[in-house]
């Protein structure tokens, strides 16, 4: 579909329309909210990483002045009452409602288990420590290696996976074993004149946005229920509830409020449900706000994983075969992303022989939720060994992707066959890069590369708009905005009236205000809900060139509407602009709306490589990125400067697994890091500046060549900085993050 | 278009979904809107009913802790810089922004002069009492005949209308002369055995809406204004603002909050722009709620008037010839309902001769809004003719009203021609309801009857909808619902769509949300906003035809939409519900949402009858109404609990002018009862059940016959509770309100 096209709209910087509201402190987040009578809700969470609970005393709790009610797992509609309506969800639908309320047992410290509603947060908080809670404590298990051994403790009962295929009779803790195959590795091994294998391991890690979970739910005494959230998905979250609660999505109003980041850990619910269970109680709209330690434990952080990965190629640099072994956390029940992990680990090489095994384990974690390309990040810590064949084989690292690389037509380990990609045009951008061959410029410094491939999504989405009589379009559509999404949803309808960015007003809107749209996430918003602006567009179009007919009394058939403004196709003195059209709309049948949904196929996947320089203290370990350049092929950059933004916001996520952010569990599965002090993530003063290069290789999938952009840049980071850390030290990293004790272990162990 | 069509949903009662967050006191009225650092507006106004404004002094308010800024009419752009752009408008403009705000003139008690915003309501007015505004005091004139004469004091110099067709050079009060002629009126009264002429006087009455006015105005700093605001719509709030700010319409939204009643009131824009400049001068959000006694003496009244009706029958009863001069009050710009009330007056009556002239003219009292079926309920109050006519020829006065009755091909006097109108059902069902002949019960009883006509309108209504998992719709629509208009607007969808009322979720946008919608008013909602679902829901069933096509593989020109399911034509096996089909919508394309737009002409008139006992108590003049009956054509009642809702508070209304309110002024033009206390409207303490008959004639403009409901039963019950008096004591009262002084006065008067 994707043309080469001269654009006006698309492809330029237009300011954001939430800007001004945003800088100035306008913008309504979830903390905004404040109802009439409303109360505040405070949430118990388990001490333990693994207990039974025996009993919950909310006696004294209740008895407190102020407290106006007090909820554990038991109010939430039970699942296992539902099997016959819910089938196999049921059982999905109970490690969802365990979450929220813990059911028999808690299964991570920081776990819900029961929850307060106060006059304030200050007496709901007061009535927690007033909750009598008896537990069996159990012994935790916090790693992925340990839970799949024999006699590991067990967490949920009805787990049997052995591995692929195989149910046994006996518990476990693997969840599920995935399997991708293509050619006969084997063989390829044996054609090999190099082979590179190693163990990686990464740890759990945060998404780290800056404003906490918030909820306020009322549930109005006819059941209809509404709820303020800051969430990636309002639509999500109502089928959550719908599901949690045992009530029909058309009974939720999800009112989407601004989001302070989410990143993928804002799409499942935590609170929501919980404040309209006490709301329910109570008949008062109930507000919860999460803390910063409540986020960083009970919330969904990404997988810790433990990762094998091995790789042959022979002397001409051609990898004959590759292998990888993905054991990855799923915290307290089923999830982890290791399947997208799997997808994406050789996805920039074309391979003839090649297998990957994943494994998703539960362990006595916080239960892992997405997180910008989940999975993915892990699993391309492996790029190191792309690495070490290079070196081993005298090949520069680029060129021997290049000589690999993934193109039109190579078939994915996961089966689909690839269109027209970017992925040789970002890598020889990333090797042409003045960066690439620029001086190093001091001692204990090294450069790394590396690349990563990210598969982006599509999903539903919604739009309609109405054509205002100043010449302005004003549009509502239903994705969160993120990233300034608003503007380049606003910039497909530009484009297509041929008006200016400025002139389409963007709304985003509730669940009862706009059709179906999936979540913020899977860098689908510009791609699809781009898309759906776009067919708006063309519904809009052609209504206002039956107008432009009826004014001229012509058949509309004979009216194209080009460069905004309608025209005769037989009469070139008929010429009507947009602008002019509007003022005309009440003599030709009044007012002009427009409406669209789209599921689109196409997907385009995406790939992003680094070139990364760091210089390395050979005396603590501790390494300083001294320059960053990322490269990437967004198909097509509707909004560059939101594109540059997503690149490197993505690289300092991924710099921050490398080098800084981990979960640190005590023995006892407790974390000991749960605070923005100590849980350390970069900030501006660590970091220089991030340096964009945007390819832009059209997706023949996507009416203007869209790919999607926000997740695959934090893929390659933590690999090109391990392999920037070798050529500065000479020592390979093979754990994340590389903290600077680490690093300095490896120096000294080196050094002997 | 109007077949006999079997309704399912449509004539039903659902219970309205607004009804429990309304009863609940959930609802969020204007005056719930807090926001972060929100300031309190108050206004200044003027103590005199005219006056020349010789300077304004603001320092000493400016000073005082807590205000934050002080405007005057010279904070609003001047329409006078903009009569280029502008053309005649320019006057209009000029008019609306000094009745805002005062120009150089005052022209009433109450006309607002200069606003505060403080901290806080109490600094706000404290502060008002240090504006130091400098008056020369002119004369003032109260009656509308005063206003015409020679010699009396002129209220805006470019006024110079003299009587139809002629402008003077000398300045007059007389803004415009309106005529309407049919036939020769004449000949017609030479025609005639008996010829009745009389005066009558109706007083200035208030809508008396119990929510008084609000506004919350956040004008940011990027130039983008929202407004929260309790209005009859949103859109024209926008226009409204966009002119007197010269604001672009798409730089504002309109957030129309729930509505504690309009009647036509709030349509007009007082304190809207006030709030906004307050706004944009604090860089604050403002909120302004007006007291009940700024609604009473500064917003818009309906004008009291100065009628003068001759008619004339022969012996047959046949109406030979009728004429009217109506003389209204504009209040203090020009803009009365006289031509609507020129429409309306003979209606109801097939006649050959007549002539109607109408005057609209200004006075020293607020400038007059729409108050229900504007300037008809004055007119009509010479229906008290056609009962003198009937007792002078011993005829049955429904047996005159039916010999001369309108009907389908009548000519009115405005020039539109009926198309099939329910004229002679109304009257009918009237004749032959059991009331008409139940004994009266008692001395100083009387039963009178009357009959009116509205003409209703369509104008524009936009709305959206989509399609729910759960079996359900979400619709958007522009109304303010005033009577339940949300619930009629989700049974035109139901209907459609073969869904219970219940699963039809509405919910009322912004003018960011949905496409332009024209004001609440009119009796246009059930007819143009509710065909505007109708067309959202064909709208739907095209595009769940497609779906149902898909999932059979079949072509869509082979499904048929019948009974809430998609059929195959060719196929009766084929069939799937509404509900099933979309729990298959992600299978087949995603989400379904819909739109549609309506300028909707076709619009059906309607007429009511009232029957009426009264009892007057010949000591005090005071009159109980012991019975009511409106008969009343609906078209098609959609709700009719609804309908008789109308009917019911419109002869309510109905009532309040003929027996109790008025304006009372003093000499200087000053309101001595501008409080609810001294307002005298009547309460249900006042009345009997308001017993309500619907007529259902289709109007044969709409899908399912609606003709409107809300307007026409104001406008029979003054003159039927007139000719009830008279029948009751003899005395034919030519005043409205006839209230016990009065009553007692022609009593008295009568006895000699």
Known sequence: MADVKEFKVIGTRPIRHDGVDKVTGRALYGGDIRLTGMLHGKVLRSPHAHARIKSINIKKALALPGVKAVVTGKDLPGAADRIAELGEGAVNLKYLSNNVLAGDKV??????????????????????????????????????????????????????????????????????????????????????????????????????????????????????LTVWVSTQGAFTVRQQLSELLNLPVSKIKVVPMEIGGGFGGKIRVYIEPVAAILSKRTGKPVKIIMTRTEVLEGTGPTPGSYIRVKIGANKQGKLTA?????????????????????????APYDLENAQVDGYDVVVNKPQTSAYRAPGATNAALAETLIDEIAEKLKIDPIDLRLRNAAKEGTRRLDGPVFPRIGCVEVLEATKNHPHYTAPLGGPNRGRGVAIGFWFNVGLKSSASASVNSDGTVSLMEGSTDIGGSRTTAAMHVAEEMGIAAEDVKPTVGDTDQVGYTDVTGGSRVTFATGWACYEVA?????????????????????????????????????????????????DTGGPVVGRATVDPQ????????????????????????????????????????????????????????????????????????????????????????????????????????????GEVPIIPPAAAVANAIYHATGVRMDRLPMSPGRVLEEILKKKG
């Open 107 to 224: 299964l991570y410290k920081g776990h819900a288990v029961a929850a307060v509603a106060a006059v304030n947060a200050h007496v709901a908080e007061e009535a927690l420590a007033l909750i009598d809670v008896k537990y069996e404590v159990l012994p935790p298990v916090l790693d992925v290696r340990e839970a799949m051994k024999d006699g590991a403790p067990l967490l949920l009962p009805e787990l049997k996976t052995k591995s692929l295929g195989q149910k046994t009779e006996t518990p476990s803790n693997v969840a599920s074993h995935l399997q991708f195959k293509k050619g006969d590795p084997e063989k390829g091994f044996r054609e090999a004149d190099v082979i590179v294998e190693k163990e990686f391991f990464t740890a759990t890690v945060h998404q780290g946005y800056i404003e906490t979970h918030n909820a306020t739910a009322l549930w109005s005494p006819d059941g209809q």
């Open 322 to 346: 590759a292998e990888a072994y993905l054991a990855y956390e799923a915290g307290a029940y089923p999830g982890s992303p290791v399947g997208a992990g799997a997808m994406c680990i050789f």
């Open 538 to 586: 063309q519904d809009l179009k052609r209504q206002l060139c039956e107008r432009a007919a009826k004014l001229w009394e012509i058949s509309s058939d004979d009216v194209a509407y080009e460069d905004g403004a309608c025209v005769s196709k037989s009469d070139t003195g008929k010429r009507i602009t947009f602008k002019e059209l509007t003022q005309k709309l009440d």
């Open 602 to 709: 196409g997907v385009g996947g995406a790939f992003a490589a680094n070139i990364v320089d760091v210089e390395v203290d050979p005396d603590t370990g501790k390494t300083q990125v001294l320059r960053f350049t990322v490269v990437q092929d967004a198909g097509k950059a509707i909004h560059p400067s939101y594109v540059e933004g997503q690149m490197q916001g993505g690289s300092v996520q991924g710099i921050g697994w490398a080098l800084n952010e981990e979960y640190f569990y005590d023995a006892k599965g407790v974390m000991r890091n749960a605070s923005l002090l100590d849980y350390r993530m970069p900030t501006c003063l660590d970091l220089p500046m991030i340096d964009t290069v945007i390819i832009e290789v059209p997706n023949p999938g996507h009416p203007y060549g869209v790919r999607g952009v």
